[in-house]
């Protein structure tokens, strides 16, 4: 069964700093697809990326950036000189390419604390 | 821009009634879905709404609930008889055909209170 991980709980950085969060997923599936969403404090889920297994060029969009390495299951997002409006929790998700799954799996998420 | 609304957004209820959230999915998507957060958790899936079917559901969705699209444009999540834990964020999502039906959007949530 399909699995994510996201290790870090809480990350807090002050404003302008990087920060990178982390994602790892487990899967049997050869063609599946990882997504990351933000839910900022308003509670809504905001779509951000999504990434197909078969592609893994690295994303960069703004000062967001993601990190696809296939050979370690990871997914990892970094943000680049933070703001306080990125504070918010980030989910990564995954979905596998079974007939008729559709699905999402998301990990627990990670509460990103931008202080001024 | 288009996008999922819900209503309402927040339903308190007694145990043991009937709640049906609603949700109206972005006009042109045939997959619908729907979603639940218990506080300070993940997100959930619960189940998924093809051609007017059901093409996919979790252990969660039990019989106590139920998805409807009543018409062309609302998509429903009945609880037949609340309990406590069924206290949570549900949030309804949709998307479209062929390969962007791997994005899916989502509305801005329910809270759902089983007192």
């Known amino acids: 069964a399909q699995k994510v991980t996201q290790a870090q709980t809480e990350i807090s950085v002050v404003e302008k700093e990087d920060v990178t969060l982390d994602c790892v997923y487990e899967t049997r599936d050869t063609t599946y697809y990882l997504f990351w969403y933000k839910q900022p404090p308003s509670g809504e889920l905001v779509f951000l990326i999504r990434?197909?297994?078969?592609?893994?060029q690295n994303e960069i969009s703004g000062r967001y950036s993601w990190n696809f390495q296939k050979s370690t299951s990871s997914f990892n997002f970094t943000i680049t000189a933070s703001q306080v409006v990125d504070s918010a929790v980030y989910f990564c998700a995954l979905r596998e390419s079974g007939a008729g799954s559709y699905q999402l799996t998301f990990g627990k998420g990670t509460k990103l604390s931008v202080i001024p | 821009e288009p996008e999922v609304t819900q209503t309402p957004s927040h339903q308190v209820t007694q145990m043991g009634q009937e709640v049906i959230l609603r949700c109206v999915p972005i006009?042109?998507?045939?997959?619908f879905y729907w979603y639940r957060q218990i506080l300070g958790q993940k997100v959930e899936f619960l189940v998924s709404f093809y051609n007017n079917e059901i093409s996919e559901k979790s252990e969660i969705f039990d019989d106590q609930f139920s998805v409807e699209r009543p018409d062309g444009s609302n998509f429903t999540l009945k609880i037949r008889s609340t309990k406590l834990e069924d206290s949570a964020m549900y949030f309804c999502?949709?998307?479209?055909?062929?390969?962007?039906?791997?994005?899916?959007?989502f509305g801005p949530g329910t809270r759902l209170t089983v007192t």
């Open positions: 990434r197909n297994s078969f592609d893994e």
């Open positions: 999502a949709s998307s479209d055909i062929g390969q962007s039906s791997y994005e899916q959007y």
């Open positions: 006009s042109n998507h045939l997959y």
